[in-house]
């Protein structure tokens, strides 16, 4: 049954990403701009000839739903074009780049969630006390702290500074890494590389910290107040009153249920760590969909975006539905 | 007794996981012979095929790979690299004599076949594969390319084309049996005679190259000659300038560039760092609509050129990185009129003018930029006041300005474009002729057409060079730009980078590098 749905589930989201992807073929095209002549520059030397031929090769000379029609067609093969600046598949240049995207996300995640559950379940234990009002002034700094600036000055201390840590990209090249699914942890796992693994997890660390710390803030705050209310329910002080011991009061009584709504907030979150890396990867030279599509939207690379944000799309759509499967895990009444 | 287990699992792998953090630490050992280049770059490439990009960085990468007929020096000097010589019989004809014992990196002989494979590649419709090469263009009226004997192939021109050697220096020459054998992969695997070969990387990650040992050398006119002396060189894509800054001074690359003015003193206060210029190729400046009020007034265009003291501009908002230009030529270009002095800062005289034109009172402007430039804009905006003239400055989107630019749209913009071959052929053919392609001006002056066209076609130098005094004198008159600057370039190394000199056309050429 459960399955069904989540199948179900899974089929839906399948219009919303074609949908989207009409959407963004309509606002790309329909975007002062011509991709031809971008490509070609700020300088001489452009025959008319030349731009004529591009012009036909990458259909712009045609009708928009003609054009609308060679894409849906392709799409229909699973073949989401051939990106104009790079002259390779689209799916080809995303492949590349998504393993970084989503290792970073995945980073940031777990850095957020480490730091965030405990501190938001400290401060409403310890309401209103010094580790508190400390660590909800610091989650307010997270939010307001713009992720370029934070993301420069931690390479500065880090790694100008102290020269503990890189400051660019994914892997140094020393480690000599044989890749096999793009996701470099698991690879130097897989290969027994543990130099690779060492290497992946410090190019890891600051992008990671950079990227979850806004997130880290906001769960920490609504971590914070589900568990002020949770504790002031009947059940928890009834299991006070069974003499169970305060921690196992807090952890399985009270923060089990203050988690259903600071999950909602996790798989939102989720979905703009996505967004949001687009900033984090041009920061940190990240080579990964964010810093991909950030340039290809400057130069009208209209195929590499309309694939770029389908695949957005996708996972922010596969992110909400993880979060409603642990809803039912959490809270046993609640039905996907 | 299954918690636990799992317990065990994730204690071990974090362990694990401090543990590596340490292995990787312990720097690799660097023996003389053996070391590695990092270059930052502030973009990614587009693609690794040499015929199918229209982008200085990426051709950077793919020139480190690949060799080219000739090469420029740093200072822009076009020099013999796979071709030994050439002789030009008659304006119609170029022959080259391709030097002998030149191998790729596979290991096959360079032949005349493989040069005119590459030069069909770009030059003809549909040669990739059914789709046509963007460098076409820069192979000018080049239309056929014949094998003449076993080491001298032939450019045979539709018209006279004087620029031909600046222009080679921009294709890369491939293998024919290799391409044939790819296709494609080209862009993700090259395979060129270059003095460095791809290992590894991607166009959206990093590409590392190595040494090339059998290397012919390069052109002898640029030694050292002979293999690169780095084992290893690896270019690293920094889109963002604090990156690449942070990136040099912490020691994790060797060389950097396009840095901004504003950063250099910065680098400059840090002992492990040098920074190095050289004059760009990039002209700056205003273009006026020539077709509405009150841009239709000559004497109101000079007088925003008096009214603009471009000295201060270049001083404080260039922090003195670039030269103020006397019209509309490079300063170090060829052709440049030398008696041409820049037009000066003179408020009361464009007072004067403007007054004569009946703008005494001034009026409103809006100065479109893109948002990289607007510094500059800002400034002159401030001085335009001082006349009268109330401009705001907009920035925008490049795309969707050059659109309105073309359609005549807008008043006046600050742009710039890219002259690397010196030449004033692809400077001021589209930005000044009637209706070319970089015309935002739009500016028309059939004496001016007449004189460029001519000048196109004009083989013999000297009075080619008479051709384009003439153009620049009617161009300086008629002022249909704010003459600016060209900034120089700015790029930085580690102090122990030994044998590298920025290009004046921007590339980074790593074959003659060392590291101390």
Redesign the interface.
């Known amino acids: 049954m459960q399955a069904a749905k989540i199948a179900e589930r899974i089929l839906i989201a399948i219009p919303v990403v074609i949908g989207i992807g009409i959407i963004i073929f309509l606002i790309m095209r329909l ?4 991709p031809v ?11 008319a ?2 731009i004529e ?2 012009t036909e ?1 990458w259909h712009l000379n045609e009708p928009l739903h003609i054009q609308l029609g060679y894409f849906l067609r392709d799409l229909a093969r699973g073949d989401l074009g051939t990106s104009f ?4 598949p689209v799916w080809d ?1 995303i492949k ?2 998504l393993p ?1 995207t989503l290792e970073l996300a995945l980073g940031a995640a777990i850095f957020a969630l480490l730091l965030a559950i405990p501190i938001g379940v400290i401060s409403a234990v310890k309401q209103n006390s010094f580790i508190d009002r400390a660590s909800m002034t610091v989650a307010f700094f997270g939010i307001c702290m713009p992720v ?1 600036y934070l993301g ?1 000055i931690l ?2 201390v880090f ?2 500074k102290m ?1 503990v840590l ?5 892997i ?4 000599m890494l044989h890749k096999v699914t793009g996701f470099y942890m698991l690879d ?1 796992i897989i290969t027994g590389n ?6 992946t ?2 190019h890891l660390i600051l992008p990671s910290i950079t990227l979850g710390f806004p997130m880290a803030a906001i769960v920490a705050r609504v971590m914070r107040s589900s568990m002020l209310e949770v504790l002031r329910n009947d059940y928890v002080v009834m299991a006070r009153a069974k003499g169970l011991r305060e921690f196992s009061v807090i952890v399985k009584h009270a923060m089990r249920n203050a988690m259903i709504p600071t999950v909602t907030v996790i798989g939102l979150e989720i979905g703009m760590l996505l967004g949001g890396n687009m900033i984090v990867e ?4 990240w ?1 990964g969909l964010g ?2 599509v950030v ?1 290809s939207i ?3 690379d209209y195929p590499l975006v309309q694939g770029v944000v389908m695949v957005y799309a996708f996972t922010f759509v596969a992110a909400n539905l993880v979060v409603d499967i642990l809803y039912t895990y959490i809270n046993p009444k609640i039905s996907i | 007794m299954k918690k636990r287990a799992w317990y065990f699992a994730v204690l071990a792998l974090a362990v694990l996981m401090i543990g590596s953090l340490f292995a990787g630490c312990q720097p690799a050992e660097k023996e003389a012979e053996d070391y590695t280049i990092i270059v930052g770059l502030s973009q990614t490439i587009m693609t690794l095929d040499p015929a199918n990009h229209r982008d200085r960085v990426t051709e950077t990468v793919i020139r480190n790979i690949y060799d080219g007929l000739v090469t420029r020096k740093p200072d822009g000097t076009v020099v013999p690299e796979i071709a030994e010589s050439w002789t030009n019989p008659d304006p119609l004809t170029w022959e080259f004599k391709i030097r002998s014992g030149i191998k790729f990196h596979n290991g096959s002989d360079l032949t005349v076949e493989d040069v005119k494979f590459t030069f069909d590649r770009v030059i003809q419709e549909g040669a990739m594969e059914g789709e046509t090469s963007p460098r076409k263009g820069l192979m000018g009226p080049v239309t056929e390319v014949e094998i003449v004997g076993d080491d001298t192939i032939r450019f045979v021109l539709k018209k006279p084309w004087p620029i031909l050697l600046a222009m080679l220096p921009h294709q890369q020459i491939v293998s024919k049996a290799y391409v044939e054998e790819v296709g494609s992969d080209i862009a993700t695997k090259p395979m060129g005679c270059g003095p460095f070969k791809f290992v590894e990387g991607s166009i959206d990650e990093r590409i590392v190259l190595e040494r090339f040992d059998d290397y012919y050398g390069g052109s002898p006119e640029i030694p050292p000659v002979g293999p690169a002396p780095a084992k290893r060189v690896i270019f690293e894509f920094m889109p963002e300038v604090s990156t690449r800054i942070a990136a040099l001074q912490g020691g994790d690359v060797h060389i950097i560039h396009n840095i901004p003015p504003d950063m250099v003193s910065t680098l400059e206060a840090d002992p492990n760092v040098i920074v190095k210029t050289v004059e760009g190729t990039r002209m700056h400046m205003f273009e006026m609509n020539v077709t509405k009020p009150p841009f239709d007034d000559v004497r109101v265009r000079q007088a925003v050129n008096y009214a603009i003291d471009m000295d201060a501009i270049v001083k404080n908002v260039l922090s003195g990185y670039g030269t103020v230009v006397a019209g509309p030529l490079l300063p170090h270009g060829f052709a440049r009129d030398p008696d041409l002095k820049p037009y000066g800062y003179d408020p009361a005289k464009a007072k004067k003018l403007l007054e004569e034109a009946g703008y005494a009172d001034g009026f409103e402007l809006v100065i479109d930029t893109t948002d990289e430039l607007k510094d500059v804009v800002y400034a002159a905006a401030s001085m335009l006041a001082d006349v009268g003239i109330e401009a705001t400055v907009r920035t925008w989107d490049w795309g969707v300005l050059k659109e309105q630019l073309l359609a005549g749209e807008r008043m006046m913009c600050f742009g710039n474009w890219g002259n690397s071959t010196l030449d004033p052929s692809d400077l001021l053919v589209p930005k000044l002729r009637s209706n070319d392609r970089g015309n935002y001006s739009h500016y028309s002056n059939p004496e001016l057409d007449a004189l460029l066209d001519a000048a196109e076609v004009e083989t013999d130098r000297e009075v080619r060079k008479t051709l384009y005094y003439q153009a620049q004198a009617i161009i300086y008159e008629d002022a249909p730009w704010v003459f600016s600057y060209v900034g120089r370039e700015i790029e930085a190394c580690r102090s122990n980078v030994e044998n590298w000199q920025p290009s004046t056309d921007s590339r980074i050429n790593l074959h003659r590098v060392k590291l101390k």
């Open positions: 975007t002062p701009g011509d002549d971008i490509m070609m520059g700020q300088a001489g030397h452009v025959s000839r030349e031929l591009l090769q600046t790079k002259g390779r240049l590349g780049a970084a370029f420069i390479m500065l790694s100008v020269g890189p400051t660019y990209g994914r140094s090249y020393e480690v130097s543990w130099a690779a693994l060492g290497s997890l410090k041009t920061v940190f030279s080579p810093r991909l340039n400057f130069v009208r």
